[in-house]
């Protein structure tokens, strides 16, 4: 039975395919496109599956939505009654567009599906999950729990904002639900808008922001407290009641009432691009602060109702990695699985899961050791011939390996001698995260990779910190993890010993004094705070990246590398190899692995391109 699963319309649209409860494949729309956070139709995302399973349309038992558009149309008309006469400019704008296409969302899709594929001899069943059980079911059927309470926790679905679920076998029981306009997800999404960040994009921003705010101070520990007392009621049980007064999405155009959050906090919106002041960095702490609290009170309600020795999560919340890890170090689950693809993307893939479950009513098998993930690795691949075209047709020089480990020898001595090595391999990951297919690699040893990724490779804000690849087996070397994180969805601590002392005063140096002092041994990838975003890296899901590292501990000592994704800002990242190819001739890249090619920057043909490439891309 193969079904096909597809978010759209609202932000990073996707589709996968599964063949009963095995994972096919899945895309976001915006690697091919190259539009981040594409929100139209996933027509090519949905060529690609199709493809990638070499069957024809006709043989799909069902296609699936990844929410009930119907019931978000009722929320959005409760609550504008119910903030009447507020927001009426905002109803005008809205309405037009539901009642010409959303309400007609069936023949919408349908209509979309015929350009991409033949429909014409098909009745191919539409099937609409809720948003959140999508969600729910993204992260529990891939999982390797036989029975797991399930956390989602995201901006807003049709009503849900988070939902507590529990899951055994192939069914999964809804238990609780916050309702909009209360939401963990809009409450964050609302201080990543006024700190002057993209809502929907710069959440993990944010969140690495923090960091630079000063725990101590006076002001971060006024800015806590002025969240919790005018902004949020946050209940023992995790669920919030966020005062409407502050805010503006339920029926307005932005996320605040900027006139009250600066009387609040005596601080205007930050505008986008300007120098990021400590006040804003204090104030990005208190938010993330008060967003772990929320969420270890969720997870231990969680527990509580369920009985649970396991914790699945999804939802965009669950993207906040620095959350995740302190779920993990107060040990309130024995085991925890986080869907790599936790935000609307993975709705795709849950939607397809949960008709499966669900609605067909097909059992699960949990007898595996990790998850049915695959590594995440489930995009497109491409041929030494593809490669070997794409050089042809930019008259690339590259040097050929005919032995894997040979090339990876090289590429870790490169890596060693502090040059920069985009990596391109097998298939494409699913999810945000680049985890070793489309990966730009450097030296976590050495003190100035975090300044070159940033300002000439990535062109991104210098405060932004990068991941370590780490071997599975020498994790415990380096980190305080004591689990796996193969999705880059845990944030710990360097190891005691590794971290070096700051100077006298820190906390009160200006952010940008702050970014280059010496933390540890492993300075790259050591976060202002020691922590760290950490990737696992196993052999069973990744042979190769697993082999380069490997590698670079012969030559280095050190079983661990930066990882950052194959992209510049604004840019998603790279699905082909023409993409990689322009990726590195944009940018000081110093080389290129893709597949068993080696391609020298220096050594490539000038580089001249009409238009600034830099245009293609909004500033995320």
């Given amino acids: 039975m193969y079904l096909l699963g597809i978010s759209a319309f609202y932000h990073d649209s996707a589709a996968a395919l599964i063949e009963n409860d095995k994972i096919i494949a899945a895309a976001q729309e915006e690697r091919f496109t190259r539009k981040k956070h594409d929100a139209g139709f996933p027509s090519n995302a949905v060529k690609y599956c199709l493809a990638e399973a070499a069957i024809d349309p006709a043989e799909l038992a069902a296609i699936v939505f990844y929410d009930k558009p119907l019931l978000k149309f009722e929320r959005l008309l409760e609550t504008y009654y119910a903030f009447a006469p507020k927001g009426l400019k905002s109803f005008l704008m809205s309405m037009p567009v539901w009642i010409k296409e959303k309400m007609f969302l069936k023949k919408l899709i349908r209509d979309e599906l015929k350009k991409v594929i033949d429909l014409k001899h098909s009745k191919i069943p539409l099937l609409f999950p809720e948003h959140h059980l999508s969600h729910a079911a993204?992260?529990?059927?891939?999982?390797?729990?036989?029975?797991?309470?399930i956390l989602t926790i995201?901006?807003?679905g049709e009503w849900a904002t988070t939902t507590i679920c529990h899951g055994k076998g192939k069914d999964i029981s809804i238990l609780r639900e916050l309702r909009f306009p209360h939401s963990v997800g809009l409450l964050y999404s609302a201080f990543t808008y006024y700190t002057g960040f993209k809502v929907n994009s710069g959440e993990y921003k944010l969140m690495g922001l923090a960091?630079?705010?000063n725990k101590n101070s006076s002001?971060?520990?006024k800015f806590y407290q002025l969240i919790c007392d005018e902004l949020a009621d946050i209940k023992e049980d995790g669920s919030v009641w966020l005062n409407q007064d502050y805010f503006d999405y339920a029926t307005g155009l932005k996320m605040t009432a900027d006139d009250k959050w600066q009387q609040l906090f005596g601080l205007p919106v930050r505008k986008p691009e300007s120098e990021l002041t400590q006040s804003y960095c204090d104030l990005a702490l208190a938010i993330q602060n008060v967003t772990e609290e929320i969420v270890l009170k969720l997870a231990r309600h969680a527990k509580e109702i369920t009985g649970s020795k396991n914790l699945c999560m999804a939802g965009g919340v669950a993207l906040n990695c620095v959350a995740n890890g302190k779920i993990l170090r107060?040990?309130?689950?024995?085991r925890l699985y986080f869907q790599p693809a936790a935000g609307d993307a993975g709705g795709a893939l849950g939607a397809a899961l949960a008709a499966f479950h669900i609605h067909f009513g097909k059992e699960r098998n949990t007898d595996y050791v990790y998850d049915t993930m695959c590594g995440s690795y489930l995009g497109p691949e491409f041929s030494d011939k593809e490669i070997i075209a794409v050089a042809k047709k930019f008259k690339a020089a590259y040097e050929s390996f005919q032995e894997f480990d040979d090339l990876a020898e090289r590429s870790a001595s490169l890596l060693a001698d502090g040059k920069v090595v985009g990596w391109f391999q097998g298939r494409m990951e699913w999810g945000p995260r680049a985890l070793g297919n489309r990966s730009i690699l450097g030296d976590a040893r050495n003190p100035e990779m975090?300044?070159?990724?940033?300002?000439?490779?990535?062109y991104r804000e210098s405060f932004r910190p990068f991941a370590p690849a780490v071997l599975s087996e020498d994790c415990n070397d380096y980190f305080d993890l004591g689990d796996i994180s193969p999705y880059m969805l845990l944030v710990d601590s360097v190891k005691k010993e590794r971290q070096k002392c700051l100077p006298e005063g820190f906390d009160e140096l200006p952010l940008k004094e702050k970014l280059y002092f010496l933390r540890s041994d492993i300075p790259a990838v050591t976060h202002l705070d020691y922590s760290a975003r950490i990737q696992t890296v196993h052999h069973d899901?990744?042979?190769r990246f697993w082999k380069l590292i490997v590698a670079f501990k012969r030559q280095t000592g050190f079983g661990l590398i930066v990882n950052t994704s194959f992209n510049v800002r604004g840019e998603p990242i790279v699905c082909t190899p023409e993409d990689a190819y322009k990726c590195m001739m944009r940018t000081e890249m110093d080389y290129l692995v893709m597949g068993n090619f080696l391609f020298d920057k220096s050594?490539?043909?000038?580089?001249n391109e009409d238009d600034d490439w830099r245009k293609q891309f909004t500033l995320d």
Avoid at 330 to 334: A, L, V
Avoid at 603 to 607: C, F, G, L, S
């Fill in 219 to 221: 002001q971060t520990k």
């Fill in 541 to 543: 899901t990744n042979e």
């Fill in 603 to 607: 050594k490539q043909p000038d580089w």
């Fill in 450 to 458: 975090q300044k070159k990724l940033n300002l000439k490779i990535k």
């Fill in 330 to 334: 107060e040990k309130i689950f024995d």
């Fill in 154 to 156: 995201d901006g807003v």
């Fill in 211 to 213: 960091p630079y705010g």
């Fill in 138 to 149: 993204s992260a529990f059927y891939p999982s390797a729990f036989e029975e797991a309470a």
